[in-house]
């Protein structure tokens, strides 16, 4: 019994042996199949272990980081860069922005200074249209007088050169009294003048003074040297006589003998200001000193060639202004009325964009004609006959302007043969020249 049970248990043991390996090849067998994939559920949903793949690690080398540290710097260094060129652009537009107001602040008072321009812009073109038709009669006129009487002219010069009276010689063209019929006032002025020449004629009788002023007028005629020791007489003497205004213009006029003289442009400013003080110190002295207002005006003259309009205008009312008041004081000097005419001149060759400027910054602007300029130049020849080169010249070109081209070269031929006596002379000669070719041609 004993076998039975020992044989027994050997085959339970052998059966369950061979239970097992049946198992484990059922669920090889499986598995092969498929049969034993898992699944695994997320929050996301489900998925298989095939799905599931394992990443390999990534090993870095030790010299990544120095890699990525040269990138974050030049990252640094490129922003920075943009950063400066950020504020140089908002600079730039600063600037831009501040031209720009500065444009609209300048455009607005542009457009401040042309309102109610369009108004006298209309009136001076019908103002214009009206002068050359008056011109233009006047031209007809003077040519139907040429040719009526060719020997009689229409200035006093032509007139006192007859012995037969006319009524040139009663009143000229520019409308003032000749030379014939100066008023006792006037006779009292030129005697006034030539007493101090017939002084200086008897030197020996004159006293420190007089002598003085004989002295410096008569280096004053003379050469350049003459002139530059003239001027040297009177600074010497000026300690002494620096408060007598006929001192004080004598002393004016010959700082502007050194202005003629000199290269320098400093030393010309210096001659000019120096000048103007020594002819200002005589007006205060006697403002009733006719030369001390001339000298005075030339200079102011002088001071304004090279200036801009605006301040040319400006100064033109100060010369106009001392030469009115030397007329009204002395009313002989012919070279008072050529300046005057010169002043006229000038002002009426001014454009129509110097005039507008002129009364956009002056209420009443300077105004005047090539008539009123005549006028004076004309007033000039009838004190004293031939009295200077340019004022014949100009003479010519006030009737070249108005049309009158035969009396024009009539006075060209007078004033050709006057002699040069001065710098103006000089440039009137030049000028001269010119007109004669250009009213040869013409005629």
């Known amino acids: ?31 092969s199949k498929g049969w034993g994939k898992r699944t695994c559920r997320s929050k996301q949903g489900v998925f298989t272990s095939s799905q599931v793949t394992i990443r390999k690690p990534v090993v870095r080398s030790k010299e990544a980081p120095k890699e990525n540290t040269t990138q974050v710097s030049h990252d640094c260094s490129s922003l920075a860069e943009l950063k400066k060129q950020q504020l140089e652009i908002w600079e730039q537009l600063d600037v831009i922005l501040q031209c720009v107001r500065e444009l609209k602040g300048e455009v607005i008072e542009l457009r401040e200074c042309l309102n109610g321009m369009t108004d006298q812009i209309v009136g001076d073109v019908r103002s214009s249209i009206q002068q050359c038709q ?81 002295t410096a007028d008569k280096l004053h005629d003379g050469t350049d040297e003459d002139q530059a020791k003239g001027f040297k007489l009177l600074l010497a003497n000026k300690p002494k006589y620096r408060s007598k205004p006929d001192f004080c213009w004598r002393l004016a006029r010959a700082y502007c003998d050194m202005l003629e003289l000199s290269k320098d442009e400093m030393e010309k400013k210096s001659f000019l200001d120096s000048g103007k003080k020594e002819a200002e110190t005589g007006l205060k002295e006697d403002d009733t000193n006719a030369e001390c207002h001339k000298w005075y005006a030339i200079l102011c003259g002088r001071q304004a060639d090279n200036e801009t309009i605006l301040n040319r205008i400006k100064v033109g009312f100060i010369f106009k202004e001392h030469i009115d008041k030397a007329i009204d ?55 004293k006959k031939g009295y200077s080169k340019a004022n014949s010249v100009y003479i010519a070109k006030c009737y070249r302007d108005l049309g009158s081209y035969t009396t024009a070269q ?34």
Request: glycine share 8%; with cysteine.
């Open 1 to 31: 019994m004993s076998g039975d049970l020992s044989a027994s248990g050997s085959r339970v043991t052998l059966g369950l042996g061979l239970g097992a390996a049946a198992s484990l090849g059922l669920l090889y067998l499986a598995y």
């Open 410 to 443: 009539h006075w060209l031929k007078l004033a050709s043969e006057l002699p040069i006596s001065s710098k103006e002379d000089a440039e009137a000669q030049n000028e001269l020249e010119k007109m004669q070719n250009v009213l040869s041609q013409s005629s």
């Open 134 to 214: 008056k011109t233009a009669k006047k031209k007809k006129q003077g040519f139907q007088r040429e040719r009526s009487n060719s020997a009689e002219s229409n200035s006093i010069y032509f007139g006192a050169s007859t012995g037969n009276k006319s009524s040139a010689e009663t009143e000229s063209e520019g409308g003032y009294t000749t030379a014939n019929a100066e008023s006792d006032n006037d006779r009292e002025e030129a005697a006034g003048q030539t007493d101090l020449a017939s002084k200086c004629q008897s030197p020996g009788n004159l006293d420190e003074f007089t002598q003085l002023l004989c």
């Open 329 to 383: 004081l002395k009313r002989n000097d012919p070279s008072l009325y050529y300046l005057l005419g010169r002043w006229c001149y000038e002002v009426a060759q001014l454009s129509w964009v110097e005039r507008k400027a002129a009364s956009t910054f002056y209420a009443t602007p300077p105004s005047s004609t090539v008539g009123e300029a005549l006028k004076n130049f004309l007033r000039a020849e009838e004190l």
